[in-house]
């Protein structure tokens, strides 16, 4: 029995049912293939961008002598069209507490942020069989009770600044036995509590975030459930061992060719290239690398020197084609835009424009300690063109994040530091603080440190005792 012939042409299956079905001879090799038939038949699905639709960034606003009154509620710009504009205030105050955008982010609700975590122990659940065993992160406590360990463990996430959401409402099953946690690196991690054969599990689950950072914290909670003290010191931890020394002064910067001023002002340049661009990965990548260019202790002094004048200066050198001091302002005085949830909860993405405006806070309070360290006035010589606006405008925002610490601690904390350095760089900004209620300012955003945000606390110290010091 003969096999039945083969055919040269394989796409003949492909062909549509509309087709003539009849079946056809093999055709010769060379012969009868159209260019339709030697296509792959594929199937393609176009996701919409929808982060970028819906989160713009205000683009470069111009510096104008202007009043601008209340400011009202922006609308996320586009690029090319209106802009949004940094003003100088003459005459009239400008009014933030009422008509400015809100930072508050939609998707929690801060009134549920409690300053200490308690839990019944007759009501802690037993841990379901199905979820996967978190052994490296879990620890079980012999004897236990759940309301002593949870009490230990909101203090230990106080002194290591880490925000916690305890209750049923926020967390991400359900139950006053979990606690949804966040810490200064943007780690987003949950603290579980379950009822174990003579004890208490603890367990820490990461979500997202830096895996270094999360493990510190980690064992940090684990051995506050435990009972143990903190064997190392918060401050030492936020200072890696390897940038406690400038890299400029290192013994390896020695053997390294001298950069030119051209190459230093190539560095920046690359950053502001990814700060105009329209992708959002882009952005994140050039803020960070903003902020690294402006800290002295990661970069080389004359890289930072430019950065950070770029920052302050809106006319430094290289400004002209992208302003870098617009959009780093914009960000500290609106945020990044959207301020509604954006749909990834739990994810890297839900704290992207909380993470781009701490990120802008830091690049401003890095150049302004880095110009203030100058000899010779340099951070006076880079403001006095621009008093006036720093004074009308950026201080009074300063201050009203100080005000408003429970909502943005992290960044108040940058706030802090910036307020500290103005105020000893010049006597108009320091009054115009004492104008805005610095000290009543000053006075709720410590005591919202002390009950959850340990730096916070330690910065709005340091600044109260510099501006005395300066007075």
Sequence with gaps: MSSPPVKKNINELSRSKTEDSAPRPPLPLGEGRGVAEQQPMMRSVAVAPHLINRRRLHFEPTLKRADPGPLPPLSP?????????????????????????????????????ARRWH??????????????????????????????????????????????????KDCLDGGSHVAKCRNVHHCRFVVRLYRAAGGV???VQRLCGDGVSFMRDCRAILDAAEGITAQSSVALEEKPL???????????????PDLTPEEHAACVRTTAR??????????????????????ITRTTKSTALIASRRVLCPDAEGNSDFNIHNHV???????????????????????????LRNLAMLALSNSLALLASERGSALL???SPNLEWYSSVLVPRLVDDLLRAEEHPHDSCYSARSLATLGECHA??????????????????????????????REVGNMQMNLTRAR
């Design 77 to 113: 710009p586009t690029r090319g069209v209106s802009e949004p504009e940094l003003v100088k205030s003459l005459d009239a105050k400008l009014e933030i507490n009422d008509n400015r955008p809100s930072l508050r982010r939609g998707a929690a609700s801060e009134s549920s942020l």
């Design 119 to 168: 839990v019944d122990h007759a009501a802690l659940p037993a841990r379901p069989d199905d979820l996967p065993f978190l052994g490296r992160t879990s620890r079980l406590i012999q004897g236990g009770v759940a309301g002593d360990i949870s009490a230990r463990i909101s203090e230990r996430l106080q002194e290591r600044s880490v925000r916690a959401w305890f209750g049923p």
């Design 201 to 203: 599990l603890v367990e």
């Design 242 to 256: 390897f940038l406690t020394l400038p890299i400029s002064s290192m013994s390896f910067a020695g053997e390294l």
């Design 274 to 295: 990814l700060l105009a661009s329209p992708q959002v990965d882009s952005n994140m990548l050039g803020m960070e690398s903003l902020a690294c260019q402006t800290d």
């Design 329 to 355: 302002m914009s960000l500290c005085l609106y945020g990044a835009g959207c301020s509604h949830s954006s749909g990834f909860e739990d994810t890297a993405l839900d704290d992207y424009t909380d993470r």
């Design 381 to 383: 010589s880079c403001l």
């Design 428 to 457: 108009d900004l320091s009054r115009k603080m004492e104008e805005a209620d610095l000290r009543h300012a000053a006075s709720s955003a410590e005591e919202t440190g002390r009950k959850e945000f340990a730096l916070l606390a």
